[in-house]
């Protein structure tokens, strides 16, 4: 097998030397134009994005004494700190069987008048069931915000009352930390709006890094040197048995607002153009090696409500037991081949969130999934010869 250096965990756009020359191309209208989102504002990152919207609707007269905000028991953790960041009650609705997305039972006995509300996760952009959180919400006066962190030129974001992306390295279009924010309702949009421009100030310090970040990720992010930036500390912590740290599941209470500069825009504004292209290109390679995936028998990908409506930046793969997985990751994980796990734990198992919660919560499917998933990256740059070594691996340890 020919050496193909480090493959990143997720299928990011790749830079080119010509993001960086002047273009009168604007981000937010391009990127609404093209995946026919409503108008969207430009943060520093989702979890910005997600403070934003959480403030806009906490703020609303019509609103006051709803404070909780219910999301899925399997999430990234930098949700519940963004809730915390707000003062807000965070409730853990747990998931339903082998999936991602809500249980619906757990969820219905959660909403109630004090639900300021619910924020179903597309993960790895598979699509979660919106319209059942909207039926549920609405019914008792609360909110839907789609968290498409992971989901950018997917179906998502046109159901919600309010939805958000990121511009994260691994996302897709990446501004190395960026974040859009939009709703279809024009009055709540406003409202964003406003508490964007009051909230939202110039940090010079923070976006002279991201811009120094964003340089540094068009030179490494590539085979040949991702293996320095990402494949070492990986394993080096793997081996030191520091699991969290290793995906990169440990996050600071602190957590920057600011405005993105224009010269950081400008650069995503010229990669956006071909961003539409290689999701295309994705998805086809996604469906062939979903394919083969499929002969295994006791494993079984991860999908949203809708295929069709999806995007697969990596697949995620369930098995039957936590033993097989983990035998898999034995091998694999330390590899440079793009495979990992996604968030290590179900949220209330991370020992340093535990001061957020002020409750316990039953998360038993969450935990479950999060035991027997992986996820294998769905980078051009993985090449079908290394996929079939991947899928050998998996089919050994089953």
Known sequence: ???????????????????????????????????????????????????VALQTLANMPKNEGRRDVIIPAYNCPLVVLAIAHCNLTIKLCDTAKNSFDFDFDCLDKLIDEKTLAVIPTHIGGQLADVEQCVQMAHKKGAYVIEDGAQALGSAAGKTGDIAFFSLAVGKGLTLYEGGLLTSSNSEIRQSLKETHQKIVKPRIFFELKRISE???????????????????????????????????????????VHLVSRFRMKRGANAASRLKPFLVDIKKQAQLRINKLAKIPSIKVVKGVDDEGAIWPFIMVLFK???????ALQTLWPSPYGVTRLFVHALADYSYLEPHFNMRFSTTNARDFAARMLTISNSPWLDDETFDKIVTTIARSV
């Open 1 to 51: 097998m020919k050496r193909q250096g480090e493959i990143p965990p997720t299928a990011g756009l790749p830079m080119v030397w010509h993001d960086w020359l002047p273009t009168k191309k604007e981000l937010c209208p391009n990127l609404s134009d093209m995946f026919d989102l409503p108008p969207l504002i430009l943060e520093c990152s989702g979890t910005a994005s997600l403070i």
């Open 214 to 256: 964003l340089l540094g990720y068009s030179i490494a992010y590539r085979p040949r040197l991702l293996s320095l930036a990402y494949g070492m500390p990986r394993r080096k912590e793997l081996a030191a048995g520091n699991i969290e740290e290793a995906v990169g599941d440990v996050f600071d209470d602190d957590i920057p």
């Open 321 to 327: 037991t936590g033993e097989a997985r983990d035998k």
